[in-house]
């Protein structure tokens, strides 16, 4: 199991705003209701997908340093399981149909 502890910060005006903080790192994930806002990626960030139930997340790290990239996917695994979906699926690439890139 993994021994990260995780803090969640959530604005009491929008529920689908959260940040997911470490407390032992300085790892920060914001976190996007798909259905309910705008996301841009931003260049120099991760950023992962998942489906709870039918709403669609996006993941986006905040000024991501290198020894914390390893972290991502366990805190995204945390926040699958307080929002009661721990089998989120982690997706790498958005998976909405406008939004996939072209080859």
């Known amino acids: 199991m993994d021994g990260n502890v995780y803090l969640l910060v959530t604005d009491p005006k929008n529920i689908c705003r959260d940040v997911i903080h470490s407390r032992d790192t300085p790892l920060k994930i914001r976190v996007y209701c798909l259905d309910d806002e705008h996301f841009d990626a931003s260049d120099g960030e991760i950023q992962l997908y998942g489906y709870a139930g039918k709403t669609l997340y996006a993941f986006e ?17 945390w926040y699958a399981a307080y929002v009661h979906h721990p089998a989120m699926e982690i997706l790498p690439d958005d ?7 072209a080859v």
Not at 61 to 77: M, Q
Not at 95 to 101: A, E, L, N, V
Request: overall charge negative.
């Open 61 to 77: 790290t905040i000024d991501i340093k290198a020894e914390d990239a390893l972290d991502v996917v366990s805190a995204i695994r």
């Open 95 to 101: 998976p909405r149909p406008d939004k996939t890139i």
